[in-house]
């Protein structure tokens, strides 16, 4: 039971901070914050995050050429190109290393306005910090898996912001519905998106790339608006016109 909890837990930390803060708030500009609280929402990605820690700037980098290459042949991580889903994410993480490494040159409409903390960074994203946080899940799973079933759970806890990422960026280039007609493959999958976040309305986010809720429909309740609006009122971040909108196509 302290293993489900534990992934549970995982899930939603690692995703909130996928969310809010690497896809919101550094690829889309939806709210702004100051230096200070981006350095906690850093810091909070890391700790949810661990091993699978994604770098808010390389993150945002890519994710806006995803939305302006969206099923081409320069998309990130388009299921047109990529075999199945294991393919397309060991591509993904190609062009993040690429980016992160700075290897990969760069369109400059791709590099504005983006968190940067290039000390953080750099441990964060080291083979050294990934290891460690291997061995803390590891044990953890040592201490306290009642059942050896509860393995197949730990693949999926390395690897946990590839595979949110790796989720929306297949099947919802693959499956479900769409409010909008747009010029790409992008589909809401879930009618009511506990599951994800609201990243599951992936049409819609399309569609309004800034918007701060993903649910469009009376049904698609997107459950990080509310908390949006409540750390605007907390004066946590705020909401503004945006400063830079990417929207693609
Ligand atoms: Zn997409
Ligand atoms: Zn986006």
Request: proline share 5%.
């Amino acid at each position: 039971m302290a293993i489900i909890l534990f992934f549970i837990g995982l899930w939603y930390a690692s995703l909130f901070c996928q969310t809010f803060f690497q896809h919101r708030y550094a690829a889309h500009h939806a709210f702004s914050m100051t230096k200070s609280w981006e350095r906690v929402f850093f810091v909070l990605s890391y700790i949810a995050q661990g091993s699978s820690y994604m770098s808010p700037r390389a993150y945002a980098i890519m994710h806006r050429m995803h939305h302006a290459y969206t099923d081409t042949e320069k998309d990130p991580h388009s299921p047109s190109f990529s075999k199945n889903i294991f393919s397309m994410m060991l591509h993904t993480r190609k062009v993040y290393v690429g980016i992160f490494k700075g290897t990969t040159e760069l369109e400059p409409r791709f590099t504005k306005n983006l968190p940067e903390w290039p000390a953080f960074e750099k441990w964060a994203n080291s083979t050294f910090s990934r290891l460690l946080w291997v061995a803390i899940y590891v044990a953890i799973f040592i201490f306290f898996a009642a059942s050896p079933w509860l393995y197949l759970l730990l693949p999926i806890v390395i690897g946990m912001g590839a595979f949110h990422g790796g989720i929306i960026n297949w099947f919802a280039h693959k499956y479900g519905y769409q409010n909008f007609k747009l010029k790409n493959t992008s589909n809401n999958l879930l009618h009511i998106d506990i599951l994800m976040l609201g990243e599951s309305y992936h049409n819609n986010h399309h569609k309004h790339p800034s918007s701060l809720n993903f649910g469009v429909k009376w049904h698609e309740l997107d459950p990080i608006y509310p908390v949006i609006r409540f750390l605007a009122w907390a004066k946590v971040i705020k909401i503004t016109k945006p400063v830079l909108v990417y929207s693609g196509k």
